[in-house]
Structures are given as C-alpha cells and as structure tokens.
C-alpha cells in the first residue's frame, strides 16, 4: 500500500460487531487493493474493537469515538482522518462485491476534472434469505443539483465516493440532520461538482436490519423539515420540486402523527394530480398501503 492510499473506505458502527466483520471482509476480499479502511466506532458497549483487532490487517485503521456521535458525526471523524484521495462509504450493514473499488477506479481516472462524486447501482438484499430483492439503477450523472432537490437519485452511502479534498471544502456532512443527511451532502457536493454513475450492481444493501433510521418517522421527519428548510427558495422556484418536497412531508407527518404539519402539506401534495401525476401516484399508493397496515 502507498504511503496516501488512493481510496480511504470509511465504515461507522455501533454495537453491530456481527455484520460490521462481514463489510469490513467485503472490502478486504478486493481485487483493488490501494487502500485504507478507518472504522470509526461511535462508542459501541459490545466487541466491536475485539472484533476489529481481530481482522489483523494493517490496512485497518481503528477509532474509538468517546461519546456517540451518530451516523454524521462518525462519518465526519472518519472524513477528517482520512488519508486517500477518495473517501469510500460503507455501512456496517452493507457488503460490497468483490470488483467494487476496481470499477470505482477505472470510472475515476477516466472522468474529467469536474468530477466530485461516482456512485453505482445497488441491491436491496435479504441477507437472511440470501435473496435480491430489487436493484437501483437510476443512473442520472452530469450536473444533477436540481435532480436532486426532487428525490435521492444516488441513494445510499455505501454505493458513493467522493473526492477527499471535495468533502474537506464543504466541511463534511451536516451533523444537525437525523436523517436525509446523505441527500443534503449530494446536494452541497453537486452545487460545485459534476457525478459520475457506474450501472453495475456493486453493493448489498441489506434489508433485513431492523435498526434502520429509515423506518423512524420522528427522524425522517426531522430530516424532511430540515432539508426543506435549507433549500426551501431553490425548491419553490421550481413548482416539480416543490410538490415532491410537500408530499414527502405529508406522508412522514402522517407517519409521525404531526397532523397540523400533514393538514398545512395537503394543498401542494394534490398539486401533484397536474404538476406530476406519476408521484401523486405514488403518493397514493404508499399513503394506502400504511393505512391497510394499521
């Protein structure tokens, strides 16, 4: 290994020592190797440094944090320690397939210098099944700020990487978001940088961990308020974007029970019959299938 390896790839835990070893083996098991990886431990109480010690790689750098920082905060410390020209998410729950960082490599050096981010396909993936549920393959590259205000076209952290020197100029991620922190840093890195997609299938996300922010109303709720308050003059220029944005909120308000903030989202979320029939589709859909799961 170089003495500044190419991709540092950042993995925060906490009290998942089971599933942390299999992502951290995934990035191991490599067939590109200029390479660190810096776990950033946010003051787990099980064997999750036992665990990492026990890897016994070298390339594996371990931080303890000394109070729980959440999954921005870890991320951050893992950021500003970070030594590769890239930074490489990876979940503690996720895995990658073995070719992932090659594919990364070979997209990066033949993009322009205008590029800040590369991303790839992923699989929901049932680990206890051993099944693939459903890929994500969206693909949208260039200039995609505006894509992005609308909904999370890149998705999650362990598909992305982002150039070091990029996320030190932005501060890293917003640690005031419970959730959507992953959109609002895609949305600061695409304000001055191009992304880059790769369309192969290149990480495992797994479906089957019960501990998922995601299914937090109060959080994504949170994380919803928070994004729209950020960009919300961006947002009502563009009447699209908006619609999405309200009907978000009223479906998280609903989830959260915040029945003031769903009644006051109604109006732009059934603009959506006419400024986007497709997602007011979608809406009903969903809005329907919580109701039938009461």
């Known amino acids: 290994m170089n003495a500044k390896p190419f991709f540092s790839v950042i993995i925060p835990t906490y009290n998942r020592s089971d599933i942390m070893k299999e992502a951290i083996e995934s990035v191991l098991q490599q067939t590109y190797n200029d390479f660190e990886i810096i776990v950033i431990d946010d003051h787990s109480t099980d064997d999750t440094e036992a665990v990492v010690r026990g890897l016994g790689d070298d390339r594996i750098i371990y931080k303890k944090n000394t109070r729980k920082k959440g999954g921005g905060g870890a991320r951050n410390e893992g950021i500003f320690t970070a030594s590769?020209?890239?930074?490489a998410f990876l979940d503690d729950d996720d895995v990658w397939v073995t070719n992932k960082l090659d594919l990364f490599y070979k997209k990066i050096?033949?993009?322009?210098?205008?590029?800040?981010?590369?991303?790839s396909a992923f699989t929901y993936y049932d680990f206890k099944n051993k099944v693939e549920l459903k890929t994500n393959a969206y693909g949208k590259k260039g200039w995609i700020r505006n894509d992005l205000l609308y909904t999370n076209w890149i998705g999650t952290y362990s598909a992305v990487a982002?150039?070091?020197?990029?996320?030190?100029?932005?501060?890293?991620?917003?640690?005031?978001?419970?959730?959507?922190?992953?959109?609002?840093?895609?949305?600061?890195?695409?304000?001055?940088?191009?992304?880059?997609?790769?369309?192969?299938?290149?990480?495992?996300?797994?479906?089957?961990?019960?501990?998922?922010?995601?299914?937090?109303?109060?959080?994504?709720?949170?994380?919803?308020?928070?994004?729209?308050?950020?960009?919300?003059?961006?947002?009502h220029k563009l009447p699209k974007v908006h619609h999405r944005v309200r009907s978000q909120l009223f479906l998280n308000a609903l989830g959260a029970k915040n029945w003031k903030l769903a009644i006051?989202?109604?109006?732009?979320?059934?603009?959506?019959?006419?400024?986007?029939?497709?997602?007011?589709?979608?809406?009903?859909?969903?809005?329907?299938?919580?109701?039938?799961?009461?």
Do not use: C, M
């Open 84 to 87: 590769g020209e890239w930074v």
């Open 109 to 119: 050096k033949e993009s322009d210098g205008e590029t800040g981010l590369v991303y």
């Open 162 to 235: 982002v150039r070091s020197d990029l996320l030190h100029s932005i501060n890293g991620l917003d640690e005031d978001f419970s959730s959507y922190q992953d959109l609002e840093l895609y949305v600061r890195i695409t304000e001055v940088a191009k992304v880059e997609y790769i369309p192969e299938s290149l990480t495992l996300y797994r479906v089957d961990n019960l501990d998922n922010i995601s299914k937090s109303f109060d959080k994504k709720l949170s994380g919803n308020l928070k994004f729209y308050s950020k960009y919300k003059e961006d947002i």
């Open 264 to 294: 006051q989202s109604v109006p732009w979320t059934l603009a959506g019959i006419v400024l986007d029939p497709k997602n007011i589709l979608i809406t009903t859909r969903t809005l329907a299938k919580r109701l039938s799961s009461k």
